[in-house]
């Protein structure tokens, strides 16, 4: 390799090629990973896959895909969670192990979810890196799952993994200061995610059959608690009587919560006589997710707890205004009324308010541009420098 070109191995217990490809983690890596490979780095991914495949290339990243065990969902038992992770991270050392002894790895880098790092942080004898998108029990809380000793026991292998990992960096500034607060982690950097549209080749057949000629507000992601989803869905029903030429549309993962079994159910349950103007969608592909969100009037994201979130990323890189919360990370890439729109989180009221206010905005479209112009400091050009910056300096250390 050339002067300064580094072999990078990413595990991840989800990614873009396989079947489950929605995660916000799915498609950081993939654009770390692809920007990577295109600076000539030799990068390899190894996620999670329901196949187990050697390897093969995608957008110049060699993907190894490994296989989830199955005896351990056989066996009767009370922690299936903890049971499955330290099989992931058991599997991943040994896929990493042979990576190496085929040819020498400079550097490996873990996300804290799923902890599939773990069994590496004590066997590998490599530099790692741990990129933090999240933590679990403050996760777990805004979803509002009832603790288990299954739920405990994940929860402290991600902080047994935390504990161990000599570099950890995240993304947010919000992220960083609830781990140096929750859980006692002094040293974490910040380091940006990067944003750019990975794929040219946009797929319109979506938008053409269930968006076209409409103005429509704009939901994606999974729909789940934390990412107040049922906030979005309580706000609707006054939204959609106060702007009469309003779709509402939300596309991702339907997901079960404590409040019903289906929460795509439950948003159709709240705009009751107006459920005619919600269109629900399946989780896209981004090829034809992205002519969806450049479509959109406005789009409407109200988590209760975030990292750094994808989706607002992409969609103010495509120049949309969007209505985000205060406290979760969005105040950090949205300046209220310059760049997009702020609103206390989990405040169904509060929210409808803001949407009806920024529905017929007379600055909507110079927002729009301003957010679109905002997204240029997240460039590969700047973030992935910084990442690779970082790297060096555990290199050196």
């Not at 009832?146 to 935390?162: A, P």
């Not at 000629?213 to 992601?221: A, I, M, V």
């Not at 789940?224 to 706000?235: D, N, P, S, Y």
């Not at 309003?246 to 079994?261: N, Q």
Request: charged fraction near 20%.
């Amino acid at each position: 390799m050339g002067l300064g070109l580094l072999r990078i191995a990413f595990a991840t217990p989800e990614y873009v090629t396989e079947k489950y490809f929605d995660g916000g983690l799915a498609n950081h890596t993939h654009r770390v990973a692809k920007a990577l490979a295109g600076m000539g780095h030799d990068i390899h991914v190894l996620t999670l896959s329901e196949i187990d495949e050697a390897r093969f290339e995608h957008e110049g990243v060699t993907v190894h895909r490994i296989s989830s065990g199955k005896w351990w969902s056989l066996t009767p038992h009370r922690l299936p969670g903890t049971v499955r992770l330290l099989d992931f991270s058991i599997r991943v050392y040994r896929r990493l192990k042979q990576l190496n002894a085929e040819q020498p790895l400079d550097l490996v880098q873990f996300p804290n979810y799923s902890c599939c790092g773990l069994a590496s942080i004590f066997f590998l004898k490599l530099p790692q890196v741990l990129r933090a998108s999240s933590y679990q029990p403050a996760w777990n809380a805004a979803l509002g799952i009832k603790q288990t000793l299954d739920s405990r026991m994940v929860n402290g292998l991600e902080g047994l993994q935390f504990s161990y990992s000599r570099n950890i960096f995240a993304p947010s500034i919000t992220l960083q200061q609830m781990l140096r607060k929750e859980a006692g982690l002094p040293d974490v950097r910040v380091i940006r995610s990067p944003f750019y549209v990975e794929t040219s080749n946009w797929d319109s057949s979506a938008y053409e059959r269930f968006f076209k000629g409409k103005k429509y507000l704009l939901f994606f992601g999974r729909f789940q608690l934390h990412k107040g989803f049922h906030t979005l869905a309580q706000a609707l029903p006054r939204v959609l009587k106060q702007c009469p030429d309003a779709f509402a549309a939300v596309v991702g993962r339907d997901m079960e919560s404590t409040l019903a079994p289906s929460m795509a159910a439950y948003a159709r349950s709240q705009c009751g006589s107006f459920s005619t103007r919600l269109i629900v969608l399946d989780r896209l592909p981004h090829a034809q997710l992205y002519p969806v969100i450049a479509g959109a009037h406005l789009v409407v994201l109200p988590s209760l707890i975030e990292n750094f979130p994808n989706v607002c990323l992409e969609a103010m890189g495509l120049g949309k205004v969007v209505i985000g919360t205060v406290g979760t990370s969005f105040d950090e890439l949205i300046s209220d009324g310059t760049t997009g729109f702020l609103v206390a989180p989990n405040e169904p009221a509060a929210l409808a308010e803001k949407i009806i206010s920024a529905w017929d905005h007379p600055r909507l479209e110079e927002i729009g541009s301003c957010a679109r112009k905002a997204m240029s400091k997240y460039s590969p050009e700047t973030t992935i420098e910084m990442l690779l910056t970082y790297y060096r300096e555990v290199l050196n250390s």
